[in-house]
């Protein structure tokens, strides 16, 4: 399974994602988001790609508020998925996020605009960065990998 993993968009509308993104995302299985569109244009755009998961960012309009959690665990190939945004400072947010979760395999945040790739105590903290200068995929299987696509 691959798996398309955005956040910080940070966009008013969905017409300001980098085309490169867009056909990507066209090519997963499932589209992840992390946090922070803004504003449900956003959502609703890559809504129209494809199947999204996503959370609520600090960021994000009262409309998204209504609709999207705090957290989400998902269960893909076999393997425990959290997604969560974020909060506070970037030092330690890695270790805030993994409070929130139990037993993972993968945490997906956001929040610090910075993109991460590394696995730690046997977990991948993967964090796509901000839209406007790069993005993620994970292929899911018997094992998870994930890459950094900058822009």
């Not at 910080?8 to 090519?27: G, N, Q, V, W």
């Not at 400072?89 to 929130?100: N, S, T």
């Not at 696995?119 to 993005?135: C, D, E, M, T, W």
């Amino acid at each position: 399974m691959r798996i398309g993993v955005i956040g910080d968009t940070h966009m008013s509308s969905f017409a300001e994602l980098p085309e490169r993104i867009l056909i990507a995302l066209t090519e997963v299985d499932l589209i992840i988001h992390s946090g922070d569109f803004v504003t449900k244009d956003v959502f609703e755009g890559l809504r129209g790609l494809g199947e999204v998961k996503a959370v609520l960012g600090n960021m994000d309009s009262g409309e998204l508020k209504r609709i999207l959690p705090e957290k989400e665990l998902l269960r893909l190939e076999g393997k425990r998925v959290g997604i969560i945004h974020g909060w506070g400072g970037a030092y330690g947010l890695e270790d805030r996020v993994r409070k929130m979760f139990g037993d993972v395999d993968v945490i997906i945040f956001g929040h610090s605009h910075r993109a991460r790739n590394e696995v730690k105590n046997g977990i991948l903290f993967f964090n796509p960065g901000q839209a406007r200068n790069s993005f993620g995929v994970l292929t899911v299987g018997k094992e998870v990998k994930g890459e950094i696509i900058s822009l």
